[in-house]
Each structure stands twice: as structure tokens, then as C-alpha cells.
């Protein structure tokens, strides 16, 4: 049973959005800033480097003994949330041992050069140019916000930045103004570049098109195309390139169509044997190599390889994406019955389903909180083990999604993964695994925390992908 699996996992691992801010407490700051002796004068490509991969200066080791640090601290705050329902008299499942095991990090085979999609930025750069392309440094708030180029920083591919340079070259040529602030006119914003591990690249150019006509901004895209297809721009070899008019500052498919003004509509990655269809909007793992590695664990977690007994078992994968973890797991269960609000990740999914002939998976369009409710009742009633994974944004999971996935007593393990452990996704794990609560309609049987497993996603930075297994 479980403490078989809890000891074949061990042996196996221990041993071996804008981009991440620098979240670092100020200790942690201040020990870094004594180890690289900081004279407090720095270059623009140092103060960058700071700031979108803080860690740059420790060695990988270093890197991944702070992160597991930091995992530890982070989950000692939901142990002492359980302590504190002991001793209030509720006997949580949790109880009998709320030192659950956390795992060693599992690092990233890949560890320079690993993202697989970056947005630049259009701003002033450090000569005063308000076509730069980069990152920013600085805030809107003071006012002193500088632009950056990019080149140096070690997460990124020499493809993204050299389609950076280039973009950089064609917003300079045009006679267009870049848009800085939305209220003060221009035009030219970000560009996304998103490739894949056959280096297929897709650029993604977002233009305010202000009071322009069609017919106007028609001509503007022409000469995108031109300078990409057979231009300067060419050295790119640009597989895809997308253009998205938007009057707002993220705006979804449905809201502002990605138009395709050049090549093919989708890059395909494969995973863990199986290929999936990323189109301009799609979510996908931002290091492909390391999410072989997270995919893979939470497989394992969700359907235990020793425990694989298809006869009516069911996987709910909420917040599904592209359905790449109930794709991946769909050979170890009777169905796959995924949840996601970005419909067109929902066609995504049900095509890369088809692409790998997986047919007993099923996606839903629509909010969680919306979704599952109803669709609960239905899975009570289906025979076999039911469990669940969740894979949701930094926000966490809505209260009426934690409620839904509480209260299913068919749920015996859940599996929880979370880019940022600290954040919202803390209440939720409090909420899955706290005493009855009439008030917040938590009437469900509490979760235990068994096993926790760090992935790193994202070297040279403190972020960290947690993998976390809730039983009853």
C-alpha cells in the first residue's frame, strides 16, 4: 500500500508569467550580497541578472540547498497549522505524523538556456531609447523605469534573444512609435518568442493599433512579414509568427484573435513519449526537459506504478491546460476527466489527445469553480478509485474548488502541484486539510499531507515547481 510506494519513491529520488521577480527575504539577500562581495556598483546586465535570476552567482549545489530550505520552511507552516488543530482538540488524520517527508530537490537536467518561451518588453533603454527591447529595471510607480537587453542572462536561449535583437532593429526602422503607456499613444509592444526542443520557433508581436483603421495597420503588418520572411529578420527562421491587436495589457484569444501572419499555426513538443499541440495562447511548462521530470513524479504520485488497477479508476486533472498530465497518465487509468477555463487549451487538449490516440480522456470548458460542482455528483456515482491532481495558476484554487475536491468523499489522494507553495496555494492546502468547518462549508473528511517533491523548473532563480500528495 501506501508505505510500499512511500519507500519505492525514496529509493528512486533521493539521490539524486513577465518573468519571476526577485522574491528573496531579506536575509537571504543579505547572505548572497556578502557572498559576491557587492561593491554596490554594478552594470545594467549584473543589476538585470539580480533581478530575473537572482541566483546566477551560486553554484547549481548552492542553488538547489537553498531552494530545499526554502521547501522546508515553506511546508513547516502547513505542519504547524495541523499542530494547531491538534491541539484544538480536532484529531486530524494528519496527526499521526505531521512531519511528512519532503523529498531532496530533483534538479533540472537542463540548467542554462532552458526557457522555452520569454516576452520582451518595449521601453526607454539605458541610452534614452524608447525602442529597446528587454526587461525592465526600475518601477512605473517611481518613474525610473530602464530597459535592458537581455543577452546575458543564463535561463535564456540564444534564439529568443537574437528574434529580441532583431524585433529591437524592425520596431527602430518603422515610423511607428512603440507604445510605452497606453494613455500617450504608439503602438509597438512585446514580442513573445516560444520554441520547442527541435528549435521550431514562434514569435508573437503585440501592436496597440490606437485609432488606426484596418486597412492602416494592414500595411504595418506587411512589412512585419516582409522583414521576418525575407528580410533582415530571415536569420530568425521563423516557423510561426503571430500579431495580436490589443487595446489591454493581456488579453485572451477569444477576446483579440492571434492572427497568423506567417508560417505554421502550432509548435509541437513531446513529453515523456507522448506530443503536444502548443498553440500562441497555450500554457506549457516553461522548461521542457525539467517538466519530463515533474510530469513523470506526479504521474507515479497520482497512479502509483505498483498500484495500477485500471478497472474503473478515474483521474480528475483540474486546471488541466493542454492536458498534458492526464494525457501522460491516461495508460494507467480507466478515464481522464480534465477541467480548464482557456477554451482554446480545452481544444488543445481534446486534439492532442486524438494526436496521441488516447481515447478515454475527456476535457471541460470553464471555470473550475463552476465546473466541478456539478460534475462531482457525476463522478460519485462512477465505480473505482477517483482521484485528483491540480495544477492551478500562482492564485491557487478557488474556495468553491477546494470546497468541491473537500467534500467528495470518493477523493482518497490528491495530488497538488503549485509554482509558488507560499502564496494562495498555502490557504488552500490549510482548507484541504483543517478541522470541519461549518462556516467556509469544509464538511468533507480532512486531507493528510504524506509526501511532498520539489522540481526544479527554474534554475538560477529561487522559484521551485512542489509536488504535494494529500491522502485519507
Known amino acids: 500500500g501506501r508505505n510500499v510506494f512511500k519507500k519505492v519513491f525514496l529509493e528512486l529520488f533521493s539521490c539524486n508569467t513577465p518573468l519571476p521577480k526577485n522574491t528573496m527575504s531579506l536575509k537571504r539577500r543579505k547572505k548572497r550580497q ?52 491538534l491541539r484544538s482538540g ?32 518595449v521601453n526607454r533603454g539605458v541610452d534614452g531609447n524608447p525602442k529597446t527591447v528587454g526587461f525592465y529595471l526600475g518601477t512605473a510607480s517611481r518613474g525610473n523605469i530602464v530597459c535592458v537587453n537581455g543577452d546575458h542572462l543564463l ?5 529568443h534573444t537574437l528574434v529580441a535583437r532583431y524585433y529591437q532593429d524592425f520596431i527602430r526602422q518603422s515610423s511607428l512609435e512603440p507604445c510605452l503607456l497606453f494613455h500617450t499613444g504608439g503602438h509597438w509592444r512585446e514580442v513573445t518568442v516560444r520554441t520547442n526542443a527541435q528549435g521550431h520557433t514562434m514569435a508573437i508581436v503585440y501592436f496597440h493599433p490606437q485609432m488606426m483603421t484596418a486597412e492602416e495597420v494592414a500595411v504595418h503588418k506587411a512589412e512585419l512579414v516582409e522583414y521576418f520572411s525575407r528580410g533582415p529578420g530571415s536569420v530568425c527562421q521563423l516557423d510561426s509568427l503571430f500579431f495580436q491587436e490589443s487595446t489591454m495589457t493581456r488579453c485572451t ?26 498553440s500562441a495562447d497555450a500554457f506549457f511548462q516553461v522548461n521542457q526537459a525539467a517538466a519530463q521530470v515533474l510530469y513523470n513524479t506526479v504521474r507515479d504520485l497520482c497512479v502509483p506504478g505498483a498500484a495500477q488497477s485500471k478497472t474503473g479508476s478515474t483521474l480528475l486533472d483540474v486546471c488541466c491546460g493542454t492536458g498534458a498530465i492526464g494525457i501522460i497518465s491516461s495508460p494507467r487509468v480507466d478515464r481522464v476527466v480534465g477541467v480548464e477555463i482557456v477554451e482554446q487549451a480545452v481544444r488543445d487538449a481534446a486534439h492532442n489527445a486524438t494526436l496521441n490516440g488516447v481515447e478515454n480522456c475527456e476535457f471541460l470548458p470553464g471555470k473550475a469553480e463552476v465546473v466541478l460542482p456539478a460534475l462531482m455528483s457525476r463522478l460519485s456515482s462512477a ?26 468523499v470518493a477523493i482518497r489522494r490528491l495530488v497538488y502541484v503549485s509554482c509558488k507553495p507560499d502564496g494562495e496555494a498555502m490557504r488552500n492546502f490549510k482548507e484541504l486539510c483543517c478541522a470541519p468547518d461549518q462556516e467556509k462549508k469544509l464538511t468533507g473528511e480532512a486531507f493528510s499531507p504524506t509526501l511532498a517533491v520539489p522540481v526544479d523548473m527554474f534554475p538560477h532563480t529561487p522559484h521551485c515547481e512542489l509536488v504535494l500528495l494529500f491522502e485519507r
Not at 494528519?94 to 537536467?109: D, E, G, Q, R
Not at 535561463?155 to 534564439?159: A, G, R, W
Request: charged share 25%.
Open 253 to 278: 484569444h477569444e477576446e483579440s484573435p492571434y492572427q497568423l501572419l506567417h508560417g505554421q499555426p502550432y509548435l509541437y513538443e513531446e513529453v515523456l513519449g507522448f506530443k503536444f499541440r502548443i
Open 34 to 85: 556578502k557572498k559576491a562581495a557587492w561593491t554596490g556598483d554594478l552594470s545594467w546586465e549584473e543589476r538585470l541578472a539580480d533581478a530575473v535570476t537572482p541566483l546566477w552567482r551560486l553554484s547549481y549545489e548552492e542553488q538547489l540547498e537553498l531552494k530545499q530550505n526554502n521547501q522546508r520552511k515553506i511546508l513547516s507552516e502547513l505542519s504547524e497549522s495541523l499542530s494547531a488543530d
Open 155 to 159: 535561463n535564456m536561449p540564444e534564439k
Open 383 to 408: 465505480p473505482g478509485a477517483l482521484t485528483a491532481v491540480v495544477n492551478p495558476s500562482r492564485a491557487g484554487l478557488h474556495p468553491k474548488v477546494v470546497r468541491a475536491l473537500r467534500n467528495q
Open 90 to 121: 480536532f484529531p486530524t488524520p494528519a496527526s499521526a505524523k505531521l512531519n511528512f517527508t519532503v523529498l531532496p530537490v530533483l534538479p533540472s537536467p537542463v540548467r542554462d538556456g532552458y526557457r522555452n518561451k520569454s516576452t520582451f518588453s
